[in-house]
Each structure stands twice: as C-alpha cells, then as structure tokens.
C-alpha cells in the first residue's frame, strides 16, 4: 500500500503536468469545461499504471519529489488557469518570486561549496532558522503575500510530520524545479518591464 510520501509524490507530478497541460489548453477555442475536463484527463493518465508503476512513478524516478512549495505554486497557477482563484496583482507576484529566487541563491550555490557557510544543515531542525521562517511567514502574510506565508508555513507542518522521507526542512521549501522557473519568470518579468519603460520614452 503506497504511503502518504508516495501519494503526494505522484500528485505534485500529476500536478506539474497539469499546469502547463491547462495553460496550453487555454489557447485552444474549448470551453472552461472542456478545458478542465481535458486536463483532468492528462492527470488519470499519469496515475494510471504501466508496467507495474504509474506513468507519473517513472517521472518521480528521475526529477524526485516536488517540494511543498512547488505543490503550492502549481496548485494556486491551476486554480488560477480554471477561474477557480483571481488573478494575482502583479507586484504580489513579483514579490513571491523575488522571495523564491532569494532563497535559491541562498540555498543552492553555498550548499554547492561556494563559500564556507553550509546552509542546508540548517534544514535539519535548527532552533534559530525556525523562528527566521516564522518572520518569513509573518512578513509575508503582513506585506500581503500569501503565497509565501501559506508555501513556508505548508512546508513546515509537511516536515513537522516528516510527510517525506527526507528529514531536511530545505526539501519541503525549495526544490530545482521551483528554483529554475522563479529566476526565468522574474527574469521574464523584468524584461517585459524595461520593455514597457523603454517603449514609453
């Protein structure tokens, strides 16, 4: 019988293909319906077994499991595509990416011996990197960024209750995935915004 870890691993990857399968359905002429229909179909699909092992299992095997976080973002652009959430204001959403893409620059190159400091050991309970998360997710929800307080405070209970295998609170919060699509959506942002000033003059 599958655990919860292996559950929410299928789903976060079920998930990952059902965002960009909803985005690119939108720009085909189907009804919200239709659309939906169509996307819950591309999911079955993935969760349906193949040889022994859901077609989502064998992707699970080569990019491993998602973080919460990941889980969050792609629930919140899927509700979004469908209607089911409003849009976000576009500087609350710059502000969660600038947020993911700190903390990737954060995490990845020192974790990767750029430097001294080793900030993944501190994903292994450390007392004072609970209580920075703690200020994260309150200045998230004070500064009107939902997605940051609800992705660290997800993350923190899903690791509080050892949800994955993996014992490292930085698994739950970031993942390479995440990582690579904040730096090109706020790269993305930031040229479609110089565009516009430049095109403004």
Do not use: Q
């Not at 690119?24 to 319906?33: D, F, V, Y």
């Not at 859901?54 to 919140?76: H, M, Q």
């Not at 209607?83 to 990845?108: N, T």
């Amino acid at each position: 019988m599958a655990n919860f870890s292996d559950l929410t691993g299928l789903a976060g990857i079920a998930l990952a293909a059902a965002a960009p399968s909803s985005m690119a359905l939108a720009r085909l002429p189907l009804s919200k319906r239709a659309s939906i229909l169509a996307t819950g179909a591309v999911v079955v699909l993935l969760l349906i077994p193949f040889g022994g092992l859901p077609l989502a299992g064998y992707v699970r095997g080569i990019v491993g499991d998602l973080s919460i976080s990941t889980l969050v973002v792609l629930g919140v652009v899927t509700g979004r595509r469908f209607g089911m959430l409003s849009p976000g204001v576009s500087p609350r959403r710059v502000g969660s990416l600038l947020f993911l893409v700190i903390a990737a620059c954060m995490l990845y190159p020192l974790a990767l011996g750029v430097g001294a400091c080793d900030p993944y050991r501190l994903g292994y309970g450390e007392p004072w990197f609970l209580g920075l998360l703690l200020v994260f997710a309150l200045g998230g929800i004070a500064l009107r960024l939902p997605l940051v307080a609800a992705s660290i405070s997800l993350a923190v209970l899903a690791w509080a209750a050892g949800w994955y295998e993996s014992g490292n609170l930085w698994d739950y919060l970031l993942d390479p995935m995440l990582a690579a699509y904040s730096v090109l959506a706020l790269a993305f942002w930031l040229f479609r915004w110089f565009g516009f000033r430049l095109r403004a003059r």
